[in-house]
């Protein structure tokens, strides 16, 4: 698989977040699992991904089985990386309880694609003790391959494919969307919004009128990059523009 580096791995596995628990958000596909098992040797880490029904049961019923595991592993595996930590945010206290018995034992590093869960949840997102860290879609610098900052001629084999400017407004900069063809990718983003309507919206009721939502979500999509008009768009799709705002 082709890796393309990232504007936040250096500092990510540095020395500036060492001995700190390490929490990245982003959206979904915005490549925060990826990233992580680029820049962390396999060797001496274990993941916990809360993906997995099994597991994350497992962890829901008793999140103190965390430091049960981690207490047992031989060698030197001592980074821990757990994918999606809002699914069990329970597990956050435990983490606390580990890094604070022995804040040199364990490396964390925590991936999470909702930060308002964690909010809504009142989660302990570790003050004090945790850098964090936000990976957003792919930027320019990071389709030009950054080793310093690139002319326009240059190419650089750690870059993401190069595409014009219709398509960066048309397909956005998620990186798995990058490489796709245009009929791919739009089917991608479609399965991708259909997954964030239900997962994100319906089921944290974070909106009453599902209907009116999606009304906006298609009309928001044309004014990327412009400054938007509320009461035009609630002209446009009917729905109240108090309605829009909230």
């Given at each position: 698989m082709i890796y393309y580096k990232r504007?936040?791995?250096n500092t990510l596995a540095g020395e500036?977040?060492?001995?700190?628990?390490r929490l990245i958000f982003g959206a979904r596909q915005t490549g925060k699992s990826t990233l992580l098992l680029h820049v962390l040797p396999g060797e001496k880490s274990v993941l916990y991904n809360l993906q997995d029904s099994k597991l994350r049961r497992q962890f829901e019923m008793d999140p103190a089985s965390l430091g049960k595991?981690?207490?047992?592993?031989?060698?030197?595996?001592?980074r821990v990386v757990i994918d999606e930590i809002q699914k069990v945010p329970a597990l956050l206290d435990e983490i606390q309880f580990l890094y604070d018995t022995d804040p040199n034992r364990w490396q964390f590093f925590?991936?999470?694609s909702s930060a308002r869960r964690l909010r809504t949840h009142s989660a302990n997102l570790l003050p004090g003790r945790c850098h964090v860290y936000h990976l957003y879609p792919v930027t320019r610098l990071e389709e030009a391959g950054f080793d310093g900052l690139l002319e326009k001629s240059e190419v650089s084999p750690d870059g993401f494919p190069d595409r014009n400017l219709?398509?960066?407004?048309?397909?956005?900069?998620?990186?798995?969307?990058?490489?796709?063809?245009?009929?791919?990718?739009?089917?991608?983003?479609?399965?991708?919004?259909?997954?964030?309507?239900?997962?994100?919206i319906r089921r944290e009721a974070q909106v009453r009128d599902?209907?009116?939502?999606?009304?906006?979500?298609?009309?928001?999509?044309?004014?990327?990059?412009?400054?938007?008009?509320l009461v035009r768009l609630s002209q446009e799709s009917g729905v109240p523009a108090a309605t829009l705002r909230n």
């Open positions: 504007t936040i791995e500036r977040s060492e001995n700190k628990v595991e981690l207490r047992a592993l031989e060698g030197d595996k001592t925590l991936t999470g219709e398509n960066r407004l048309t397909f956005g900069n998620l990186p798995g969307v990058l490489g796709e063809s245009p009929e791919r990718a739009a089917a991608t983003l479609e399965a991708y919004v259909e997954n964030y309507l239900e997962e994100e599902m209907g009116a939502f999606g009304i906006f979500l298609r009309l928001a999509a044309g004014e990327s990059g412009k400054q938007t008009n």
